[in-house]
C-alpha cells in the first residue's frame, strides 16, 4: 500500500502506526492466516488513514481487493487521492455501509474493519451494519471494530453477540491517545475482533480493565 499525499492532522500518523501495531499483535497471536491473496472492507471508513495499517498488520499476507464505504463524498474523494494498490484493486465508494448485502457483486471477504464505530448516533442502522458485515465474511474471516468509549464498545459487543458473532479478541490499548472532547475518550480506546460461526473455545481475551 502506498500512500500518496499526508494526512490532515500531524497526530494521525503516530495514531496509525500505534494502530498498526495493535492489530499485528491480535492478527498474529489468533495466527490469522489467508493461502493466497486477500479481500479487505473497511466499513463507515471515512478518509480511511488506517488503510495503511491494516495493510501493514496483514502483511505478508497480500491484499487483492481493498473496499473503503462512507457516506461523506469529500472524505471519500480524499481517501482516493491518498491510497494506491500496486497489483490490487482498490475502491472508496461513497454510500451508506449497512446496505452492503445489496451489492450482489461483492465477494466474501477475509478481514472487515470498522473504526472508531459509533453506536450511539443510530443504533437501528449499526445493528443492520454489524448483521450485514457478518454475513459478508468469507468462512474463517474476521470482524475488527475500534471505539473511542469504553461503553459504547460493551454495546457493540452485545450487538454482535446477539447476531450470533463469536468474540475472538478483546482489549483497552494502552497506548491509545486521549482527545480532549469527552471524558475517557481516546484514539482506537478499544479493539474487539469477531468471526462468524467460531468456537468459543477459541476465544482470546486480553482485557485490561480501565
Known sequence: MIQRIPFQEPATAGDVTRL???????????RFHRLGKIA???????RADETGALAGAL??????????????????????????LPGGNLEFRCGDASVIHKMAELPAFDLIFIRHQNYWHDPARWDRLFAHALAALAPGGLLACTSYFDR?????????????????WDVLHPMS????????????????IFT???SPENLVSSFVPG
Open 152 to 168: 459504547e464498545h460493551e454495546l457493540l459487543k452485545a450487538s454482535l453477540k446477539t447476531r450470533g458473532a463469536d468474540l475472538l
Open 59 to 84: 502483511a505478508p499476507m497480500e491484499i487483492s481487493l481493498y473496499l473503503g464505504m462512507d457516506l461523506r463524498a469529500t472524505a471519500i474523494e480524499e481517501a482516493s487521492k491518498r491510497w494506491h
Open 177 to 192: 491517545r486521549p482527545l480532549n472532547d469527552a471524558p475517557n475518550k481516546s484514539v482506537d480506546r478499544r479493539l474487539a
Open 20 to 30: 498498526q501495531a495493535l492489530l499485528r499483535e491480535a492478527l498474529v497471536t489468533l
Open 40 to 46: 479487505v472492507l473497511n466499513l463507515a471508513c471515512g
Open 196 to 198: 462468524q460461526g467460531g
